[in-house]
């Protein structure tokens, strides 16, 4: 039986990069068990000779943020379990109401991908920082606008 892989190849690191791409966390990646674990990929990310490498896994990084925005667009536009038929326990009385735990499970979900997509691509994703000198005494003034402002 063969063990998890340990050295590095170009094939398992374009898969690495094209599975975090796709949305998929390194977590879940390393899982399988063709995979090298987490530790190994980090190490691979450490070595001063993998640039190349270095540079394709920051490339997916982003790429793995705009797949989270994409995901936010269609998980808030996905109403189809946001309410559900309640009756009276006599079977009386059949009516439409919120389904609440969906809807903030669907919040959280959101929530999630947001926080993760500002921190994979803080400039394209994350608070947006103006600077300003209109303070008191000339001194800078910090602004910042939420992701979800912007979005």
């Known amino acids: 039986m063969a063990g998890r892989p340990t050295s590095f190849t170009q094939k398992i690191a374009d898969m690495i990069c094209e599975r975090l791409s ?8 390393c899982l399988s068990d063709d995979m090298p674990n987490r530790s190994t990929v980090f190490r691979w990310l450490a070595d001063e000779s993998r640039k190349e490498f270095r540079d394709q896994y920051a490339r997916a990084r982003e790429a793995q943020a705009d797949f989270l925005a994409d995901e ?80």
């Not at 009386?92 to 969906?102: I, L």
């Not at 929530?111 to 994979?120: E, G, Y």
């Open 72 to 151: 936010i667009l269609a998980i808030a536009d996905d109403a189809t379990h946001d309410t559900v038929m309640k009756t009276n326990r006599d079977g009386s009385d059949a009516h439409e109401t919120a389904n609440s735990e969906w809807i903030n499970r669907s919040r959280l979900r959101v929530d999630a991908r947001k926080w993760l997509a500002s921190k994979l691509a803080p400039k394209k994703y994350g608070d947006k920082v103006e600077l300003s000198g209109t303070g008191e005494g000339g001194a800078i003034v910090v602004a910042t606008t939420p992701l979800d402002e912007r979005l």
């Open 22 to 29: 796709d949305g998929e966390s390194l977590r879940t990646i």
